[in-house]
């Protein structure tokens, strides 16, 4: 398909013919910039505009601003009025009333209804939110005494999740399993919630920009082989071993979560 730009420089007439597509700087799409034989490119998604040789005094064109993804809804109801549920385990782990305000965590007794009818309620909800303060994931923590599974369900885009907790002045990185574990690990040092056992490569990028030096502190069980295969957490060390420059192993008989302040520090400071 051939197409060409018109442009109007001391009131005559340009025209240039389209060349190609590619990617877009601004946006990052794979193929919305077009590019034009004169040399001036333009973002057929969000604008973007690159002046050609040609037409230097085309200055005024406006690029116009990456619209932000709509706040992730929370299920209908959702309070930070917790349940009693929810504050028996968060007391479970010696979580704080300052850590559920700073954290904001949240609690529905609706729940979400799955496509299968079936509905998960109550449920305990901590969310993630970007510097704009869109909540752009959320994972909550099941307390059906019917609906067992899942035992967490979350909603939102994971892979925006790219928050480190903590205010440590150290380097080092403890990657975590859960929120719950990265809040008390974040009493010490820095953490990151992997909300699962794994990391897409995008988003360990991401975290790469932030840190050279991650140790990797899964659950327990996270360190087991199965079928002649390495254990999970093997794996996923081999895997982030290119973009960090130490990735260590942090093995304990509990989760990071299970664990009281005097132990979390002392299994830190081996770092």
Not at 11 to 16: I, W
Not at 162 to 181: C, H, I, Q
Request: positive net charge; contains cysteine.
């Amino acid at each position: 398909m051939s197409y060409s730009a018109i442009l109007m420089t001391k009131n005559q007439p340009m025209t240039s013919k389209f060349v190609k597509h590619e990617p877009c700087p601004h946006c990052g799409s794979k193929d919305n910039l077009g590019v034009w034989d004169d040399g001036h490119k333009w973002c057929f998604g969000c604008g973007y505009f690159v002046p050609g040789s040609a037409i230097e005094t085309f200055r005024s064109f406006k690029v116009k601003e990456k619209e932000k993804p709509a706040s992730i809804p929370f299920p209908s109801g959702t309070t930070n009025i917790l349940g009693p549920f929810g504050k028996l385990w968060l007391d479970r782990y010696q979580i704080t009333p300052i850590e559920i305000f700073k954290y904001r965590i949240l609690w529905s007794n609706h729940g979400v209804t799955l496509q299968n009818n079936s509905i998960i309620s109550p449920l305990l909800i901590f969310p993630i939110y970007d510097d704009s303060n869109f909540c752009i994931f959320w994972q909550g923590r099941n307390f059906s005494s019917v609906q067992k599974n899942p035992k967490y369900y979350s909603r939102g885009n994971k892979e925006a999740v790219n928050a480190v907790l903590g205010g440590s002045d150290k380097d080092t990185v403890f990657l975590v399993e859960d929120m719950l574990s990265a809040i008390k690990v974040a009493r010490f040092a820095k953490s990151f919630p992997l909300f699962g056992s794994d990391i897409s490569p995008a988003r360990a990028k991401k975290l790469s920009e932030k840190t050279r030096h991650i140790v990797l502190w899964l659950d327990p069980d996270k360190y087991q082989s199965s079928s002649g295969k390495s254990s999970p957490v093997l794996i996923l060390k081999r895997q982030l071993t290119s973009l960090f420059e130490n990735v260590d192993v942090l093995y304990t008989s509990r989760d990071p979560k299970d664990y009281a302040n005097d132990e979390i520090k002392r299994f830190i400071n081996q770092y």
